[in-house]
């Protein structure tokens, strides 16, 4: 979900003042809507289920048993930061056996206790995101919950080894996972309409660790189910694996660039040197495309830095969305952004470029009484015939960029090739 999460200057009508100290107002309508909504279903849930709930103390010491299982991954979690950006934890290995085992009025309780313990722990981000979050996935547990007890009305069978129990509890926690991947993703793209459905739901990655959380879930619903003690031999597994997960998340957001989530300079470097590599022992062609946006500082100098930096994330989004999955694209800093073509001829590369060109000089960003809109200038080198090492490739790229500057911007422009001198023997006497 996108948030402005800064404290705005003063307006003359004071809604700038407003949206500081309340960013959901910043938002779209629409993301204030569906989160409004959202949220007040998972109240009414909560007020009517409650009513109907007969509360036993074995439920609720199951109930406290899970959720300190949780807030010990949750200080494992702290231990290792979480900055921006890290998003994927294992709590639905503690979520999961809540909704399998106890009646569905835990389930909508147990997300608000576990965010609230993040939120406190380990890293405090905008309220309406942690709400947000706790009512999409209370939501997905309850119905996840009312499932599974709908097909084992005694959650005890799913101890006894049987298949139709066990199976119900896989169905139970698939449904747990689609709704809350889908409701999470319908945030998202409100947020950002801009941005692809695939990028908001599922990847091969996301997919991976969504099965992983659905076999945790199970495997420590059914050791909770036969014994509550054995959750002591469940921790450390799962403590663990979710330090793992973090770690990698926290290697990856080191390769990327905050602002614009896309790779940064030196992680660029890294993957164009891979393929260009390649691209030599293979012998297939490669293109380089040096992108700027022009007049940026206009931008920053008349809206501030903080639509500056709107821009910026807009044009990298478009930049992903028009490039293919192999494509290497990354910001080279400030306003300028790099972008490798493997495979790309000369042909090509003038097509890609001239399309981002054109979708980026479409793109409009609100401000407070028009819209921004910027253009790009490209500079474009093809390896074997502007350079055959990264270094020479961006040193014509930047040649060609500065050329497309100085013919007036938003344009695209390629090296001229000099063709080689003639030797002396081939020199005329």
Known sequence: MATTSHTSVESRDGVSSLVGRWPLLGQRRSLVGYLCGLVTLDLAAILLLAAFTHFRWSDLLTFAALMGCGAVCIEATRRLGMPAGVSRDLLSAWWLPVALLLPPVYALFAPIVLQFLLQLRVRATVLYRRVGSSAAIGLAGCTASVVFHELVPDPSALSSGRGSPIAAAVAAATIFALLNTSLIAIAAHTADPDIRWREVLWDRESFLLDVVELCLGVTVAIACGLNLALLVLTLPPVVLLQRSLLHAQLQAAARTDPKTGLLNAAAWQREADTEIVRARRTGETLALLLIDIDHFKRVNDTHGHLLGDQVLINVAATLRSQLRDYDVVGRFGGEEFVVLLPRADINEARMVAERLRCRISRMAVPADDCMITV???????????????????????????????????????????????????????
């Open 375 to 429: 253009t790009v200038s490209t500079g474009v080198a093809i390896m074997s015939i502007h350079g055959d090492d990264l270094i020479e490739l961006l040193a014509a790229a930047d040649l060609a960029l500065y050329r497309a500057k100085e013919l007036g911007r938003d344009r695209i422009c390629i090296p001229i090739v000099q063709p080689p001198r003639p030797s002396s023997e081939d020199t005329p006497t």
